[in-house]
């Protein structure tokens, strides 16, 4: 737990490290090249935000890969389920995207803190690269392959998948994501332990973030898909969602994961040992 905590805090202190560093950075960077400190000023968030963004991620996978939490993830990591599994896990969510949406439309009153700056990295191809692919990949390999494998070991998977889920929301600060994270966080963490594989939490991360990025680049005045589709439309599209949702972990759940090493296959049912070792 102790390292679990420390990982995510460690992280977020190289996304300040990184973000004090850049300021600095940029405007030496303009006066020496003889820029205009005024102009760079007003777009500032827009050059700035994903060198740095990306500059973080890359000390974060660097201190993964030298503290050998990447080697400790083991090859069954990177193993692709088979592609009927992984199709049920498309379709559930499919179910938990709208689900999630439905939960945060009541929540409207959050705040949303980091909506300029979502926005302004939404504005350029590195922005985009950043949010829909490399973010993911970084925070699977984070929040599953290192915190969620972690906590398997040291309690049940019901309160690893539980904290897991926490700690991926809380990670997120922005009020108006940490609900919507810790849900999908919960899936996400459930998804490695039936098949101690990273590649379906990546491929449904990226597909999460891709959306997000193409709502606000086709619909930003649309707050709630209830704007988007009006009634009875909506409604109708919830109902679904529920029962394709509920159906799609009925038909995992009962799915053999056909790629993941013997001892994991059907993992859900196979209980950690209790003399595994433990990560303090």
């Known amino acids: 737990m102790k390292t679990s905590v420390k990982l995510v805090v460690i992280y977020l202190l190289i996304q300040l490290a990184c973000s004090l560093l850049a300021g600095p950075i940029m405007v030496a960077y303009v006066m020496l090249s003889g820029g205009d400190l005024k102009a760079m000023e007003a777009n500032a968030m827009e050059v700035v935000l994903a060198p740095v963004m990306l500059i973080s991620m890359a000390f974060m996978l660097l201190y993964l890969w030298k503290g050998g939490f990447l080697k400790k993830m083991g090859p069954e990591a990177w193993n692709p389920v088979s592609a009927s599994y992984l199709a049920w896990t498309l379709v559930a969510s499919a179910g938990l995207i709208f689900l999630i949406e439905f939960v945060m439309s009541w929540l409207d009153f959050l705040p949303n803190l980091m909506e300029n700056t979502f926005v302004a990295m939404s504005g350029n191809w590195l ?29 049940s998977p019901v309160k690893a998948i539980v904290i897991s889920g926490l700690i991926f929301g809380i990670f997120h600060i922005n009020p108006a994501q940490v609900v919507s994270a810790c849900l999908s966080g919960f899936f996400f963490a459930w998804l490695y332990w039936r098949t101690r594989s990273l590649v379906p939490g990546i491929v449904l ?15 930003p005045d649309v707050d709630t898909m209830a704007q988007l589709l009006g009634q009875p439309e909506y409604t109708i599209c919830l109902v679904a969602s529920v029962a394709v949702f509920a159906g799609a972990v009925f038909m995992l759940k009962r799915r053999p994961v056909e790629a993941v090493p013997a001892e994991t296959v059907g993992a859900c049912a196979i209980p950690v040992p209790e003399n595994a070792e433990k990560e303090k």
């Open 205 to 219: 991360h990226i597909l999460n973030n891709s959306l997000s990025v193409w709502m606000m680049a086709n619909y």
């Open 127 to 155: 922005g985009i690269l950043c949010i829909a692919v490399i973010g993911p990949v970084l925070e699977e390999l984070l929040f599953r392959g290192a915190v969620t494998r972690m906590l398997l070991k040291q309690y």
